[in-house]
C-alpha cells in the first residue's frame, strides 16, 4: 500500500517476477477495502498516505485480523518504529530501503505466519498463563490476552521452554529471522509490550524473567524466586 507510483509500480512489477502477486492501494481507505475483500498474505505498508496515517490503517487491520504487516517509513527514530509495532506492525523498514532486504523480510513473515498456523502439539499451562498454540489463543487467570502475531509467536517459544532461560540469539532466530537485518533491541521492545499485558512488573519482573547477557525465561509466578 503505497501511494507514490514511482516507487510502488517497480517494486509491484519486481514482487512478481519473485512470484508474489501484488496488489497495490494509492489511499488508506482503498487499502482497508482491498484487505476486506482479498484477504491478502502480507500487507507492505507505507506510513504515510494522501488520505491518512498508515498507522491509523495499521491498527485496524490488526484489530480485523492477524495478517503479518510490513510497515515502510521515511523517518528513522525509534520512538516512530516502536509506535508502529505496539499497534500491530510485524516489521519495520526505513525509506530508501533496498528491495532485496524487503523481499527477504516479506518471506520471512510468511514463513512465521504459515508455522504459526500450521498443526501444534499442545496446550501449554504455565502457572495462572495458558497458551493454546492451535487456537492462537492466551489466556490469563481465565481473561483472554490480545496479543500481536510476534508477541504470540515470542510467548510460545517462552512457554514451550518454560523454567528454562532462552539466548537472545534463538528467540530472534525463532520469532524473527535466522537473517534478521535490524537491531535486537526490537526484541527487547517486545517482551516489554508482553510484560505489560501479563500485568509483570517491567522493573521486577516475575514471570518473563531477564537472564543479563543471555536471554529470557518464562516462570510460573508460584516458583518464582523471592526478591
Not at 104 to 126: E, N, Q, T
Not at 170 to 175: K, P, T
Amino acid at each position: 500500500m503505497e501511494d507514490e507510483d514511482s516507487i510502488s509500480e517497480p517494486f509491484a512489477e519486481l514482487l512478481r517476477a519473485e512470484g508474489f502477486e501484488p496488489v497495490v492501494a494509492r489511499t488508506a481507505a482503498e487499502a482497508l477495502t482491498l484487505a476486506e475483500e482479498i484477504r491478502p498474505d502480507v500487507v507492505l505498508l507505507d506510513v504515510m498516505l494522501p488520505d491518512g496515517d498508515g498507522r491509523d490503517v495499521c491498527r485496524e487491520l490488526r484489530r480485523r485480523s492477524d495478517v503479518p504487516i510490513l510497515m515502510l517509513t521515511a523517518r528513522a527514530d525509534v520512538t516512530d518504529r516502536v509506535l508502529g509495532l505496539e499497534l500491530g506492525a510485524d516489521d519495520y523498514v526505513v525509506k530508501p530501503f533496498s528491495a532485496v532486504e524487503v523481499i527477504s523480510r516479506i518471506r520471512a513473515l510468511l514463513r512465521r505466519a504459515r508455522g504459526a498456523a500450521g498443526p501444534s502439539d499442545d496446550v501449554r499451562r504455565v502457572g495462572d498463563l495458558t497458551v493454546d498454540f492451535a487456537a492462537h489463543r492466551v489466556t490469563l487467570r481465565d481473561h483472554e490476552l490480545t496479543l500481536s502475531r510476534k508477541e504470540f509467536d515470542l510467548l510460545a517459544v517462552l512457554a514451550r521452554n518454560a523454567g528454562r532461560v532462552v539466548r537472545r540469539e534463538d528467540l530472534m532466530a525463532e520469532v524473527w529471522d535466522e537473517n534478521w537485518f535490524g537491531p535486537t533491541r526490537t526484541l527487547d521492545v517486545h517482551v516489554g509490550f508482553l510484560r505489560r499485558k501479563l500485568g509483570d512488573d517491567g522493573h521486577a519482573p516475575r514471570l518473563i524473567q531477564t537472564v543479563r547477557g543471555v536471554g529470557f525465561r518464562l516462570q510460573a509466578e508460584e516458583d518464582s524466586p523471592s526478591a
